[in-house]
Nanobody, 126 residues
Framework: QVQLVESGGGSVQAGGSLRLSCAAS????????MAWFRQAPGKEREGVAF????????YYAASVKGRFTISRDNAKNTVYLQMDRLTPEDSAMYSC???????????????????WGQGTRVTVSS
């Protein structure tokens, strides 16, 4: 049974930084395609960042490109999301997702992922 557990969310002022972590178990983590999604109240779930099994390439939503960095440590079965220069518009529940295969053209499609974590909340105040 695949389990994904996120951590690192919290409250921060605009311009600040947070690093989210997603620890995976019950899967061949080193072969998994991983992504971060977010969902703000009243909005649709949005793909934020995506990473291939070996750590590259990576893809980002236009809204976060240049501010967020996705990475992974396969020895620790963990994927990270470094978030810098946060704005109130980044406030959302952030969840990680995994699957054994995700076509790059579908990386931002939530339906492409079989496994999800419970999420960690990020609140950015102005």
């Amino acid at each position: 049974q695949v389990q994904l557990v996120e951590s690192g969310g919290g409250s921060v002022q605009a311009g600040g930084s947070l690093r989210l972590s997603c620890a995976a178990s019950g899967m061949t983590y080193g072969d998994a395609y991983m992504a971060w999604f977010r969902q703000a109240p009243g909005k649709e779930r949005e793909g934020v960042a995506f990473i291939f099994p070996r750590g590259a390439p990576t893809y980002y939503a236009a809204s976060v490109k240049g501010r967020f960095t996705i990475s992974r440590d396969n020895a620790k079965n963990t994927v990270y999301l470094q978030m810098d220069r946060l704005t109130p518009e980044d406030s959302a529940m952030y969840s990680c997702a995994a699957d054994a295969w995700v076509a790059p053209s579908r990386w931002a499609d939530a339906n492409a992922y079989a496994s999800w974590g419970q999420g960690t909340r990020v609140t950015v105040s102005s």
